[in-house]
């Protein structure tokens, strides 16, 4: 089992930044990818970026790309999501996810279904 738990949402104007943080706690965070997904109200939850074991791979939703940057820290078991330029339509609930590889360089499918693991959530709202 491993426990997620993000945090760093809140309110900012179109433009700013904010840097999510997820942390993990459970089993050996460098087995497990990390991606982040999100939901925005009356839409289904979608892929947002990942990457693999190491972090030296990452794999980005068009939406974002240029935008939002994905790391990671093995050392302090928690993966990141610097957002940056934000717009409105960023407004949404999210989620990070961690999924077991075998392989160091596998970055996991974009389905939800590929992912075993979800943190709660948190709330990030861009005004206009």
């Known amino acids: 089992q491993v426990q997620l738990v993000e945090s760093g949402g809140g309110l900012v104007q179109a433009g700013g930044s904010l840097r999510l943080s997820c942390a993990a706690s459970g089993r050996t965070f460098s087995l497990y990818a990390m991606g982040w997904f999100r939901q925005a109200p009356g839409k289904e939850r979608e892929f947002v970026a990942a990457?693999?074991?190491?972090?030296?791979?990452?794999d980005y939703a068009d939406s974002v790309k240029g935008r939002f940057i994905i790391t990671r820290d093995n050392a302090k078991n928690t993966a990141y999501l610097q957002m940056n330029s934000l717009k409105p339509e960023d407004t949404a609930v999210y989620y990070c996810?961690?999924?077991?590889?075998?392989?160091?360089?596998?970055?996991?499918?974009?389905?939800?279904?590929?992912?075993?693991?979800w943190g709660q959530g948190t709330q990030v709202t861009v005004s206009s």
């Open positions: 996810a961690a999924a077991y590889t075998t392989f160091s360089y596998y970055i996991p499918s974009r389905g939800q279904n590929a992912w075993n693991y």
């Open positions: 990457c693999n074991r190491n972090g030296d791979k990452t």
